[in-house]
């Protein structure tokens, strides 16, 4: 199990690492994900900042910013 800051709050987040962590991702202890933007950038989001993203279009890194 290791930790990642949030791209979007900067809140470090538990993150699930290889197969032994299978079961702890299943109890939901892993806190966000990696995330591709439609602009090619790659973001580490937490789960809140992941809703809060907008939904009604393609989401770009300047969402991202704005979330801080
Ligand atoms: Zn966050």
Redesign the pocket.
């Known amino acids: 199990m290791s930790s990642e800051p ?1 791209d ?2 900067g ?1 470090r987040v538990r993150i699930a690492g290889g197969i032994g962590d299978f079961w702890s991702f299943a109890e939901g202890s892993t806190g966000g994900i990696d995330l591709e933007l439609a602009d090619g950038s790659r973001h580490f ?2 789960f ?2 992941l809703e809060r993203l907008p939904d009604d279009r393609e989401v770009t890194a300047a969402d991202v910013r704005r ?1 801080g």
């Open positions: 949030c979007g709050c809140r989001l937490c809140d900042c979330l």
